[in-house]
């Protein structure tokens, strides 16, 4: 959509009639109404314009959700995803509604729509840098309940699945409910064929061993720890990073205290 004519939806207000058009219509217009939508919620620009002026646009999408039309979810889930993606009051907003109607989201990660399932493991991996502490343990246990089935060829899917637990193993408080799932993730995303799903991996596992040293190591050791270790030292530049660690404790140049 040209930008002018973004511009021109926008001034006319037409963002209403298009949620509108979601909601209450069905088939083809639904989804040709969400289509024109989600090329104005998918230009990060106008999110501000749109928290200003039509701040029920998540309750409606939500709304929309409950039409089981995958073409129509597939696009609600993506203007979701670009939101959460976006500023903190969206991602809030997204949380307080998921949260309310008892989990959609996760509900969708049981679906079979490769497109969906990617966009939603998108939304919760973005979500994880907000999401309050008495909601953690659901999303965690909903998307490594993927991560137990997933196509193991779907590399986009196991990248924002890895995303989004490693998100998650930001906050010590959540180390606990991740080392439940470790040999899972291990399993699935330590020992993928796909370099992001295992780079991510091991940021959830270092992040791990900062709060559950012995318990992650003692899994690791069983299986994984040559993979994490191979993942770790092909990482450009590493040698160099860990070497200037160590020379803040030691010297490369010294003379004998006695």
Same mark, same amino acid.
């Given at each position: 959509?040209?930008?002018?004519?973004?511009? /021109?939806?926008?001034?006319?207000?037409?963002?209403?009639?298009?949620? @509108?058009?979601?909601?209450?219509?069905?088939?083809?217009?639904?989804?040709?109404?969400?289509?024109?939508?989600?090329?104005?919620?998918? @230009? *990060?620009?106008?999110?501000?314009?749109?928290?200003?002026?039509?701040?029920?646009?998540?309750?409606?999408?939500?709304?929309?959700?409950?039409?089981?039309?995958?073409?129509l979810q597939a696009c609600v889930t993506k203007m979701l995803m670009y939101f959460s993606?976006?500023?903190?009051?969206?991602?809030?907003?997204?949380?307080?509604?998921?949260?309310?109607?008892? *989990?959609?989201?996760?509900?969708?990660?049981?679906?079979?729509?490769?497109?969906?399932?990617?966009?939603?493991?998108?939304?919760?991996?973005?979500?994880?840098?907000?999401?309050?502490? @008495?909601?953690?343990?659901?999303?965690?246990?909903?998307?490594? /309940?993927?991560?137990?089935?997933? @196509?193991?060829?779907? /590399?986009?899917?196991?990248?924002?699945?890895?995303?989004?637990l490693a998100n998650f193993a930001e906050s010590p408080a959540n180390s606990l409910h991740?080392?439940?799932?470790?040999?899972?993730?291990?399993?699935?995303?330590?020992?993928?064929?796909?370099?992001?799903?295992?780079?991510?991996?091991?940021?959830?596992?270092?992040?791990? *061993?900062?709060?559950?040293?012995?318990?992650?190591?003692?899994?690791?050791?069983?299986?994984?720890?040559?993979?994490?270790?191979?993942?770790?030292?092909?990482?450009?530049?590493?040698?160099?990073?860990?070497?200037?660690? *160590?020379?803040?404790?030691?010297?490369?140049?010294?003379?004998?205290?006695?």
């Open positions: 959509m040209d930008s002018n004519i973004r511009i /021109e939806v926008l001034k006319e207000g037409m963002i209403e009639a298009l949620l @509108n058009a979601v909601i209450s219509s069905s088939g083809v217009t639904s989804v040709f109404a969400s289509r024109v939508l989600q090329l104005l919620v998918c @230009n *990060f620009e106008y999110h501000d314009y749109i928290l200003q002026n039509h701040r029920r646009i998540i309750p409606e999408l939500f709304d929309a959700l409950r039409n089981e039309d995958y073409q993606a976006g500023s903190v009051p969206f991602r809030e907003m997204i949380i307080q509604e998921d949260v309310s109607r008892d *989990f959609p989201l996760l509900f969708l990660l049981k679906g079979s729509s490769q497109a969906i399932l990617v966009h939603v493991a998108c939304i919760v991996a973005n979500l994880a840098v907000s999401v309050n502490q @008495n909601y953690v343990h659901n999303y965690i246990a909903g998307i490594c /309940e993927l991560l137990t089935f997933v @196509n193991k060829e779907n /590399e986009e899917l196991l990248g924002q699945i890895g995303r989004g991740l080392i439940r799932h470790l040999q899972t993730i291990i399993s699935n995303l330590l020992k993928s064929s796909f370099e992001v799903p295992r780079v991510h991996a091991c940021r959830l596992i270092v992040y791990l *061993f900062s709060s559950e040293l012995p318990s992650a190591l003692d899994i690791l050791s069983q299986s994984g720890l040559d993979e994490f270790i191979e993942t770790v030292f092909d990482l450009p530049g590493l040698t160099d990073i860990l070497n200037g660690l *160590f020379l803040r404790k030691v010297s490369r140049l010294s003379v004998c205290q006695k």
